[in-house]
């Protein structure tokens, strides 16, 4: 079981799930966790059947081999439901490096080392985010914590052309916002749907990159 302990820390950190709560879910000892992890220990048989279950996954994907993104949320099939989707391999950009990318994402050796995610139906997309936090939630927001947005790259020229309230994401030279977008004096408005927060605005002159979401992928 060479790629279990990796595969299920991999599953872990993806879904945000502590040891703790991870071991809860299948009635395990946190130290059971860390151990396997850690490649100390190997899972009983049971064990593993029940985690490859509750993650929708093969006894092979879990064991054989070290797991993908596009295995666990289950994207990887959706490229084979018909020859004539076109599928298209696009950099994904987690949430926690934002940062990073905002300082490096003209850099072409950084771009490349970004794992990779195949999504069906995805011409012209270029890149997937992840989204995090609360500024999204409300009664009637389709945009979850830890969705994936299906990204194609507009030029700020063509921003206008842009359908008011699309859900964007927007790279300035110090953050990245992700929100709907609207046009005001020569500056992009992001919005939130929840209402406690402020409104962001930038300047077009100081905006990197802009992404309008083509799709959404529910991690859940």
Sequence with gaps: ????????????????????????????????????????????????????????????????????????????????????????????VKNNIFNKYVIKHKNEKFINSLEKIIIPNSKNCSFAFEYSGDKMASTYSRLKHSDILICENIKIDNINKVEKDSIVVAISENDVFIGRLSITDNKLKISYDNSTYKADEIKFDETNSIYIAKKIISRL
């Design 1 to 92: 079981m060479s790629f279990f302990g990796r595969n299920i820390k991999k599953i872990r950190v993806t879904k945000k799930l502590s040891q703790t709560a991870f071991a809860h879910l299948f009635d395990l000892k946190r130290a059971s966790i860390g151990a396997y992890e850690e490649g100390r220990a190997e899972a009983k048989i049971d064990t593993v059947i029940e985690i490859a279950d509750y993650f929708k996954l093969t006894l092979n994907q879990l064991l054989a081999k070290e797991i993908t993104l596009n295995e666990i949320y289950h994207l990887s099939n959706l490229k084979n439901e018909s020859n004539k989707t076109f599928s298209n391999e696009i950099p994904f």
